[in-house]
């Protein structure tokens, strides 16, 4: 963009999260600060969480569009922006602030928004489950985290808003454990990209644009937000020593994750024979499955009723985000900064 071009920001907020007017104050600051138009500011309902002012900010030509919200706000203003070439940046200021933790993005307000008008642009993908209700009607919602049927969506029907209020995600840990009830409960039907069709049962399928929960468990640790995939995991435990089973192969994940990145190194941590039977992983590009009965459905952490059946797909690198610039690199030899020199 030519840099003497004046840029236009709207914000898209939730005004029940965090603290809005301190919110828009520091927006208003950072944006004079950075040579940017006047902010716009656009509040979100209860009937429409973001997806319509997002709409009409891309329409209206603004250069970038906060969403300052939780995971709600963040998928409705990202289903939004899908495809229009509009930046999206995120102000956490939820519970669980998924897609925010899985791009690294900073979760503190003030910093969010630094980096927002300081950083630089990079684009992931997004994906959209067809969903089958139970009498017959679809509907189409676009995700950028995960979705799923199983513990995922048990979890958020068994959160304690209260709790979460007063502890924050850690309240999440008490809806998991609710949740960790029933062995392969779920029949389905399933087919992933051109393969046949197969029958399994299931106590949770989660489909992943990104791997990481709360807490930064990685449910899917290969999952990279811009690869052009999506990632599959089936969670099929028999009884307490399936879930513990399930529950070591996570930490186990978790700690290869870290070493990976500490090595930084891009290795393979789950498919294939590396998998077990309680806790098996597969990638697609189109995912097909048929419930034998009515069963909750979650997409970014928000329930959205029961599903008979339902389809996701992906497409790629359709979505412009707001990332930190990565820091300066020094020439071989260089002093760090910060560097004393001996002497005196």
């Given at each position: 963009?030519?840099?003497?071009?004046?840029?236009?920001?709207?914000?898209?907020?939730?005004?029940?999260?965090?603290?809005?007017?301190?919110?828009?104050?520091?927006?208003?600051?950072?944006?004079?600060?950075?040579?940017?138009?006047?902010?716009?500011?656009?509040?979100?309902?209860?009937?429409?969480?973001?997806?319509?002012?997002?709409?009409?900010?891309?329409?209206?030509?603004?250069?970038?569009?906060?969403?300052?919200?939780?995971?709600?706000?963040?998928?409705?203003?990202?289903?939004?922006?899908?495809?229009?070439?509009?930046?999206?940046?995120?102000?956490?200021?939820?519970?669980?602030?998924?897609?925010?933790?899985?791009?690294?993005?900073?979760?503190?307000?003030?910093?969010?928004?630094?980096?927002?008008?300081?950083?630089?642009?990079?684009?992931?993908?997004?994906?959209?489950?067809?969903?089958?209700?139970?009498?017959?009607?679809?509907?189409?919602?676009?995700?950028?985290?995960?979705?799923?049927?199983?513990?995922?969506?048990?979890?958020?029907?068994?959160?304690?808003?209260?709790?979460?209020?007063?502890?924050?995600?850690?309240?999440?840990?008490?809806?998991?454990?609710?949740?960790?009830?029933?062995?392969?409960?779920?029949?389905?039907?399933w087919r992933l990209d051109d393969a046949p069709?197969?029958?399994?049962?299931?106590?949770?399928?989660?489909?992943?644009?990104?791997?990481?929960?709360?807490?930064?468990?990685?449910?899917?640790?290969?999952?990279?937000?811009?690869?052009?995939?999506?990632?599959?995991?089936?969670?099929?435990?028999?009884?307490?020593?399936?879930?513990?089973?399930?529950?070591?192969?996570?930490?186990?994940?978790?700690?290869?994750?870290?070493?990976?990145?500490?090595?930084?190194?891009?290795?393979?941590?789950?498919?294939?024979?590396?998998?077990?039977?309680?806790?098996?992983?597969?990638?697609?590009?189109?995912?097909?499955?048929?419930?034998?009965?009515?069963?909750?459905?979650?997409?970014?952490?928000?329930e959205v009723g029961e599903v008979t059946g339902?389809?996701?797909?992906?497409?790629?690198?359709?979505?412009?985000?707001?990332?930190?610039?990565?820091?300066?690199?020094?020439?071989?030899?260089?002093?760090?900064?910060?560097?004393?020199?001996?002497?005196?």
């Amino acid at each position: 963009m030519d840099s003497n071009t004046t840029r236009r920001v709207a914000v898209v907020f939730n005004p029940v999260k965090g603290e809005p007017e301190e919110m828009k104050q520091l927006v208003i600051d950072a944006a004079r600060r950075h040579g940017w138009e006047e902010p716009h500011f656009r509040e979100t309902s209860v009937e429409d969480p973001g997806f319509t002012p997002a709409q009409e900010a891309a329409e209206e030509g603004y250069d970038m569009v906060f969403a300052a919200g939780g995971d709600g706000t963040v998928r409705a203003v990202a289903a939004a922006l899908r495809g229009t070439g509009t930046t999206l940046a995120i102000i956490p200021a939820g519970t669980g602030n998924l897609l925010a933790r899985n791009l690294k993005l900073p979760l503190d307000v003030p910093e969010a928004i630094e980096t927002a008008f300081a950083g630089q642009d990079t684009r992931i993908d997004v994906c959209t489950a067809l969903l089958t209700r139970p009498d017959g009607e679809s509907e189409e919602l676009d995700f950028v985290v995960m979705a799923g049927v199983g513990i995922d969506a048990q979890m958020i029907v068994n959160s304690d808003d209260d709790l979460k209020k007063r502890v924050g995600f850690l309240a999440y840990g008490v809806a998991i454990a609710k949740s960790l009830q029933g062995g392969r409960r779920l029949r389905l039907r399933w087919r992933l990209d051109d393969a046949p069709v197969r029958r399994t049962r299931v106590h949770s399928l989660i489909v992943g644009n990104c791997g990481d929960l709360v807490g930064s468990v990685p449910l899917l640790p290969d999952a990279v937000a811009n690869d052009g995939h999506f990632d599959i995991v089936a969670l099929r435990p028999k009884g307490l020593p399936g879930w513990g089973l399930i529950v070591g192969r996570l930490v186990t994940q978790m700690g290869r994750k870290v070493i990976n990145r500490l090595r930084r190194r891009d290795e393979q941590i789950t498919g294939g024979s590396s998998d077990i039977d309680v806790l098996q992983y597969a990638t697609g590009t189109r995912l097909e499955v048929t419930l034998s009965a009515p069963e909750v459905f979650e997409v970014d952490g928000d329930e959205v009723g029961e599903v008979t059946g339902f389809t996701v797909t992906i497409e790629p690198e359709c979505l412009v985000v707001r990332e930190p610039l990565p820091p300066p690199t020094a020439e071989p030899g260089e002093p760090r900064p910060g560097t004393e020199i001996f002497g005196g």
